[in-house]
């Protein structure tokens, strides 16, 4: 592809692409390929002047490099491309707000008075009609004083007053829908599925096999932990299924041969066999859009007291209309009383200054799934974090295979692998790795697999039993023992690492050794999150004693819990909440999931368990713990932003009214300042919270081809 450099400093570039004319489609593939390219933080196409902005942290020539190498006809690109984009709504709102805009300056340049007051007539009657409807239906209501502000303004001939009203009055409610619905757009978005590969059953057995080949009529194998990938009809196994994200039950349902089952939703208990009925992700998509559109249970108690307090103040406004009337009889006062209300303010901007900061989260991969969270994420004095994959890094190593019995190592890895990898967790991902990295490829020869949460895997291969897990697993429940003449190689296993033990026939047959370090940013993250009023951190793990308090000692916790079980860890939480605490949980396994549950805010890593990101009110990305910084800085602000506006509708719209009873202010000039303050509170509301990006210095522009 040709291209131009157009402007460029240090860490970003703006180039614009050699070409006619770009359509959506085009703009949306070429940002998400280039998201893909190393280096690149972030990328940005703009299809109107054909111009992508790209930041980077890493050699520029790389990035120029395939930018000449791009064509929008490899189909090898095609899966790159959206299947949900936010471009289209956003040009068809700015075509609204243009037109909108640019039709009222041709109104009052060119229209004469007549037409124009006919024009005003015509637009007034939804306005009238809404008022009439509340009215009928015995509710006071923002729309009544917006009904009744434009036809007195009518009835006293004041027909530019009334039109710059409805002006006002539309340009906030298109600006309060665009935001909405882009905000809606990018949470489902976020929400929506992210799964790449799946179990595809074939009449050789089952095939891992990527999301974008299946077709309807295809069958695939879902277990326990596991998200189910397209809309389905299940043909074989029973499932308990978690259909919270889609229909908020919070109790699992029973699925059976014949049920038909959701993309989205979670196996808890199980396994399955289902018929795929809808390969597209559309399914999925508009559930979620549903779901955040009509529930109200995830409304922060600020925008529930805001929506409260709006109506409530209608009553109010009125009454104070009618006084000033009585005591000064004079009609332009009490109509300048009345074209000031404190409930368009108020319901307004609280819910777009949720919805923005919904969305600007998304900016650093966190999803929220609701506005409470973030209140409460404010709120909160205790952080409870899970070991492994949160404070440790996501992606736990190998780091030795220890046989015992003379088994061969390169054939007890193959064994664990072929187990672990049906149930994703950051250590079997780690088996699974260390496997792919050696060539150990496998054939799928065992049988039925159960995965026992928070203990291990039973299998058998051959005819013989084989289990892996922990030790208190694997040598108390289910009896293993440790070849004879091995003992003291046993207890000189490397204490530095975790241990999963692989045992078959009941005898020992490998321990497998893993690294999982600390993340690098831990100790620092949590040092920032008490410098932002979190008053105490915990770790929960399920590892022994010694290595927990190892961990705890480095990343520099207030306290932890060793050798627990998901159970402890749900009561653990539930303890700290009855003591009247705020407490986010964070974890990324199946066993985390009855913790997140119980959590005032429950946070998932989003490459953790299937099971824990549907659980969570909250997921962060996997390489950056200092996101969960930013979450809580974020929602600081947020709060800090809603009382912000409280103070200022009340401060403002209340000297507005005074100054209308005095007499200072006519109705008009009353309307136009409740407005436009309304306007800019609402603007104000759908601004960043946190600081942007310190800008780079420049250097010379260049050209490329």
């Known amino acids: 592809m040709k291209f131009q450099i157009k402007h460029e400093c240090r860490g970003r570039i703006r180039v614009q692409m050699a070409q006619s004319r770009m359509t959506m489609e ?5 940002e998400a390929w280039l998201q893909t390219l190393p280096y690149v933080e972030r990328a940005v196409v703009h299809e109107r002047t054909r111009c992508a902005v790209i930041e980077y942290g890493g050699d520029r020539g790389v990035i120029l490099d395939a930018l000449k190498r791009f064509s929008y006809q490899n189909k090898a690109l095609g899966k790159l491309a959206p299947i949900h984009s936010t471009r ?15 039709f009222k300056a041709l109104r009052t340049l060119f ?3 007549p037409l124009r007051a006919v024009y005003t007539v015509f637009r007034s009657i939804p306005y009238l009609f809404r008022a009439a409807r509340c009215l009928r239906c015995r509710r006071l209501q923002v729309e009544v004083l917006d009904g009744i502000s434009v036809g007195l303004s009518m009835i006293r001939r004041e027909f530019d007053t009334a039109g710059s009203v409805m002006f006002l009055l539309g340009l906030g409610e298109l600006l309060e829908e665009w935001t909405h619905k882009k905000s809606v757009d990018d949470l489902a978005r976020s929400m929506s599925l992210n799964i790449d590969r799946v179990w595809l059953k074939t009449a050789g057995g089952e095939v891992l096999t990527p999301l974008h080949r299946i077709q309807a009529g295809d069958q695939l194998a879902v277990r326990m932990g596991s998200m189910i990938p397209l809309d389905g009809t299940i043909i074989e196994g029973e499932v308990m299924v978690n259909q919270a994200s889609l229909t908020g ?16 939703t979670v196996v808890e208990e199980g396994e399955c066999v289902l018929t795929v009925t809808q390969h597209s992700g559309q399914g999925r998509y508009d559930k979620i859009v549903a779901m955040i559109e009509e529930s109200e249970r995830f409304k922060s108690a600020a925008e529930s007291q805001a929506a409260h307090w709006a109506d409530k103040l209608v009553p109010y406004t009125l009454a104070g209309s009618a006084l000033v009337y009585l005591l000064t009889r004079n009609v332009t006062r009490a109509m ?7 409930s368009c303010a108020l319901k307004l901007s609280m819910p777009l200054a949720v919805l923005s900061a919904m969305g600007e989260a998304s900016r650093f991969h966190a999803t929220v799934k609701g506005g409470k969270y973030l209140e409460a994420m404010a709120q909160a004095d205790t952080i409870v974090f899970d070991k492994t994959g949160t404070l440790t890094h996501a992606s736990p190593v190998v780091a030795q295979v220890i046989p015992f019995g003379g088994k061969a190592e390169s054939e007890m890895l193959r064994l664990a692998a072929c187990l672990e990898e049906h149930f994703p967790h950051s250590m079997a991902n780690a088996v699974v790795q260390a496997a792919k990295e050696r060539g150990l490829s496998h054939e799928e020869l065992h049988s039925q697999v159960e995965y026992l949460v928070a203990h291990g895997i039973v299998s058998t291969v051959c005819g013989e039993r ?11 429940d289910e009896g293993c023992t440790i070849p004879p003449g091995e003992w003291e190689r046993f207890e000189s296993l490397p204490r530095q690492y975790s241990h999963l033990y692989l045992a078959t026939g009941g005898v020992l047959a490998a321990v497998i050794c893993i690294s999982d370090p600390l993340r690098a940013e831990a100790a620092d993250a949590l040092n920032a999150l008490r410098g932002l009023g979190v008053k105490k951190l915990v770790m929960l793990t399920g590892d022994s004693e010694r290595t927990a308090a190892a961990i705890a000692a480095q990343v520099g916790v207030d306290e932890y819990r060793a050798e627990v079980l998901p159970e402890d860890k749900a009561d653990f939480v539930q303890a700290e909440r009855a003591l009247d605490r705020t407490v986010v949980m964070i974890g990324d396994g199946i066993n985390d999931s009855p913790a997140l549950s119980a959590a005032d805010v429950g946070i998932a890593i989003c490459d953790g368990a299937a099971i824990a990101r549907e659980i969570a009110d909250i997921t962060i990305a996997a390489d950056d713990l200092f996101e969960l910084v930013k979450l809580r800085a974020l929602s600081q602000r947020l709060m800090r932003r809603i009382h912000s506006n409280y103070r200022f509708v009340i401060g403002f719209n209340g000297s507005l009214i005074a100054l209308g009873a005095l007499g200072v202010l006519a109705p008009a000039t009353s309307a136009m300042l409740h407005n436009l303050s309304t306007l800019g509170i609402s603007l104000r509301s759908m601004t960043h919270l946190l600081p942007p990006k310190k800008p780079r210095p420049e250097v010379s522009p260049a ?3």
């Open 111 to 113: 229209f004469p008075a």
């Open 466 to 476: 084989v289990v892996i897990g922990s030790a208190h697993f694997v040598f108390e």
């Open 703 to 705: 050209e490329g081809s």
């Open 88 to 102: 289209a709504l956003t040009r068809t709102y700015e075509e609204k707000l243009v037109g909108m805009v640019a």
């Open 249 to 264: 039950e919070s109790i699992p349902v029973a699925k059976r041969p014949g049920s038909s089952v959701y993309a989205g």
């Open 26 to 30: 085009q703009a949306d593939l070429l």
């Open 336 to 342: 300048s009383v009345l074209m000031v209300d404190f």
